[in-house]
């Protein structure tokens, strides 16, 4: 059917291509005749994977998937993150259960809307709104991201408007000025080279596995905190724009973020209290005092990245599944299967398969991240097998994600996620991707480095600014989020990020707001606050930006206020992803790397932590305000509050922001600044 | 044969669910959806929800007793079916759903066993209730005369 912004106006709702998930089959036959009586083009699914397997097999055969939150099968949520993270589509919810918990959980997510059962008539009628915004959104993302700076100074207002409410003034003050100055940085080939005009479309980017490998690769070997301009002429493929990587990009940091938060202990509201005590503890160390302290101490990010890697380090076990969940997404990524699933929590489970080692190398010792250093030395970047790195299904290719994510910057990201497909609507489906790697179970191992890859929207900028270290772990596996499924805010954190991608399980509402404020997530702190929405740097700030919101939830937003961690990088906002080189983390790019790489002052303690915010972040899809998809992948859901939470446009206080709390001096790259 | 009085008949019946709680608005809401396309709709949604919930209840009866006091499983169980209930409008139905999940929120097994014998009894009457409305809509005349019963 003729897109939305082809289509007339009067003519677009006809046709739409609506695709129902329901284990209901009363429910399925109900909505189905509603919708074929609006006139849409209806498709039942009583499946999640199948209707995963469909949309997979055509992404553009479908606008809009109206899913059911329980399921057998997989968790509506996970279904939520993985479809913002591959394909990038609104996807609204549904349920009996009206409980706001549940449904906070679902916008952060990323779901567009949420309805609760009886569907009635009047609220499908509607639904096409969200087709159209999110392609409004996803344009305005690619022009946004595209020309960030010009975006950014000239509209101030806009972007006041996104960090405004997640962070402090503080921290916004600073974050934005970061921003800014980023932005100024940022090569000017940032700004939309031939991007087409918002309002048109822009063919949609399929981020296939081999793609998405690509950029998880070049994403690796240029840090987390690169900017898209270099990954897309690493990547050198044709017909791919900078604002496809960016978007892609920042979804990708998303989902890192919300994999860190993952492991983070963002456990979702089914999370036993055992399990997120665990997590909390994770390897003994007090993320909500490494969020409140903007540092992720070596051991945390250790334990991480060993709880990514499946192994059981510490306690900081996603509630019930992730380990399984981890296993399985490891196990899925090895499936040779171009089964686009970016593993983004993959490449974490992965470590076992993959080839990279990257994770798996690093003796789980705690304390350390070893894979990350271990990394390096695989070369799962670019030298590395081509195939491995392409094989999205490889674990391998998602463990390089992760490690990648956690080696240093330079350290191939790119390798794990197997590139996308590009659609043509050129749309890098930054959420989506993020929506894909926190469902452990069919992220392959491109799944993962699709974390990686978080939206492109997200654009370099260092988005996830918590994601420091941890966050590279994160960000790429959002196998906690699997795990959840839908609790872990994985997804996005609330939607984006760390509370995004959906898939997550955390616990708290606002999976992606709890991390930032709540300081539960010391990844989430990630920029959250920063602004969840899709801005990349502020990226969190999402909500209403399309593509940064869409999933990475988070991440981005880290950016900017890594800046000030990064200390003299003014980009540093990172997902989280980077990490310092000299940080414990290693791995993870949550290095003070400025955004793009750049490593800034060695560990700075900040830094650190905030990689893991921000790939919380990221991960947790922001709710769809409207714009682009929520990053809150979660998928999406989004630890971050801010981003994803719904309210995180408007109300300054985003958890984002506010989580922080900490010292404004601090870029606050995990949003810690915020109140935590 | 006097359709007319049939279908009067119909509608009284239908009236008299409404107004006894049986049904509620979404029932209505799914008549709507009732047209020339799907002349049947609403019958073939009511019967695919009788088999459906009725398959329900049966996994649910053998989880009780499967699974003792595993209030997180059968509470997911009863939330499957509130959900159906509540999309055809079964509502006297739903609101035993409800009570079941409360009673599974409390730990009260007890109230729970009663909350599903009486979601049991609640979709019998329905069915038997339904089965005789649509019956009576079609003999009240053919499916344009059922399409939209006088309410």
Not at chain 1, 308 to 321: A, E, F, I, K, Q
Not at chain 1, 639 to 657: G, M, Q
């Amino acid at each position: 059917m003729a897109p939305p912004e082809e289509a007339g106006g009067g003519e677009f709702p006809v046709g739409m291509k609506v695709l129902v998930v329901d284990d209901d089959p009363t429910c399925l036959a109900v909505l189905k005749q509603m919708l074929v009586q609006c006139r849409y083009d209806a498709t039942t699914c009583s499946q999640s994977t199948r209707a995963l397997s469909m949309l997979r097999e055509n992404r553009r055969g479908f606008d809009v998937i109206i899913s059911d939150v329980h399921m057998p099968d997989m968790d509506g949520f996970r279904l939520l993150e993985l479809v913002g993270l591959e394909m990038d589509l609104p996807v609204i919810m549904m349920s009996a259960d009206s409980r706001t918990d549940i449904v906070m959980k679902g916008i952060k997510h990323g779901a567009c809307d949420y309805l609760i059962k009886p569907v009635r008539m009047e609220e499908l009628k509607n639904i096409w709104q969200h087709v159209v915004r999110k392609k409004f959104s996803g344009n305005k993302e690619h022009e946004h991201s595209g020309s960030l700076d010009d975006t950014d100074r000239n509209r101030p207002a806009n972007n006041d408007n996104e960090y405004a409410s997640s962070i402090n003034d503080g921290a916004d003050d600073s974050w934005k000025s970061q921003k800014k100055k980023r932005d100024k940085e940022e090569d000017d080939s940032e700004l939309e080279s031939g991007d087409p005009s918002n309002s048109s479309k822009k063919p949609r980017v399929v981020w296939s596995v081999e793609l998405h490998q690509q950029f998880v690769n070049a994403v690796n070997h240029l840090g987390i905190d690169t900017v898209p301009k270099k990954i897309l002429e690493l990547m050198n493929v044709p017909g791919l724009t900078r604002e496809n990587v960016a978007s892609h990009l920042q979804k990708f940091r998303l989902y890192l973020k919300r994999i860190a938060q993952h492991h983070a202990g963002i456990t979702n509201p089914y999370c036993t209290p055992a399990s997120s005590a665990q997590v909390a503890s994770l390897g003994g160390l007090d993320f909500q005092a490494l969020a409140a302290s903007g540092q992720i101490p070596p051991q945390a990010l250790a334990a991480l990245q060993d709880e990514l890697l499946g192994r059981t380090t510490t306690s900081m076990v996603l509630p019930g599944r992730d380990q399984s969940s981890l296993r399985l997404a490891a196990v899925k990524g090895n499936k040779p299967q171009g089964e686009r699933e970016i593993a983004f929590g993959q490449p974490i489970f992965k470590c076992q398969n993959n080839s990279y080692g990257a994770f798996p190398q690093s003796s789980p010792t705690v304390g350390r991240l070893p894979s990350f250093s271990a990394w390096p030395n695989n070369k799962l970047g670019m030298a590395d097998s081509t195939s491995t790195l392409g094989n999205v299904n490889n674990s391998q290719n998602s463990n390089i994600v992760l490690h990648e994510l956690q080696q240093q910057p330079d350290t191939m990201l790119s390798g794990t996620l197997h590139a996308l497909d590009v659609k043509p609507s050129g749309i890098a489906m930054p959420s989506q991707s993020l929506n894909t790697f926190p469902a452990s179970e069919g992220l392959s191992p491109n799944q993962s480095g699709f974390l990686t890859t978080i939206p492109p929207s997200m654009k370099p900028e260092p988005a996830l600014p918590n994601s420091q270290q941890s966050n590279n772990l994160l960000g790429g596996i959002d196998l906690i989020n699997q795990a959840s499924t839908s609790q872990p805010f994985s997804n996005s954190h609330g939607g984006n990020l760390p509370g995004l991608m959906n898939h997550n399980s955390n616990v708290m509402p606002s999976q992606g707001i709890s991390n930032f404020q709540t300081g539960n997530i010391p990844y989430l702190v990630n920029n959250s606050s920063i602004g969840v929405g899709s801005k990349p740097p502020g990226v969190l700030k999402t909500e209403s930006t399309d593509s940064l919101n869409q999933s990475f939830g988070y991440i981005c937003g880290s950016s900017p206020m890594d800046s000030g961690l990064l200390s003299s990088q003014p980009r540093n906002a990172q997902f989280g992803f980077l990490q310092s080189p000299n940080d414990v983390t290693g791995g993870w790019s949550l290095q003070n790397v400025d955004n793009y790489r750049n490593t800034i002052g060695p560990s700075h303690p900040v830094s650190s932590s905030s990689s893991f915010q921000s790939s919380n972040v990221a991960l947790g899809k922001l709710p769809d305000q409207g714009r682009g998809k929520n990053l809150g992948f979660v998928g999406k859901g989004t630890c971050i509050p801010n981003r994803f939470a719904v309210d995180e446009v408007e109300s300054p206080t985003n958890s984002l922001s506010h989580s922080i709390g900490s010292s404004g001096d601090i870029p606050d790259i995990f949003g810690f600044s915020g109140q935590m | 044969m006097d359709y007319s009085n049939l279908r009067r008949q119909a509608a009284s019946m239908k009236r008299g669910l409404f107004d006894q709680g049986y049904l509620d608005e979404q029932f209505r809401q799914v008549e709507d959806l009732q047209d020339e396309a799907s002349p049947n709709f609403v019958e073939e949604v009511v019967v695919l929800f009788f088999k459906d919930s009725a398959k329900l209840m049966s996994n649910l009866e053998q989880a009780l007793e499967k699974y003792p006091r595993d209030f997180n499983r059968w509470d997911a169980y009863m939330q499957q079916l509130k959900g159906s209930c509540s999309s055809i409008g079964a509502s006297r139905m739903k609101i035993e759903c409800l009570s079941f999940r409360d009673n599974c929120g409390q730990g009260n097994v007890e109230g729970c066993m009663g909350s599903l014998q009486k979601l049991k009894r609640e979709h019998a009457l329905l069915r038997q209730k339904l089965e005789s409305y649509f019956q009576l809509l079609r003999q009240a005349g053919p499916a344009g005369a059922a399409t939209r019963p006088v309410m």
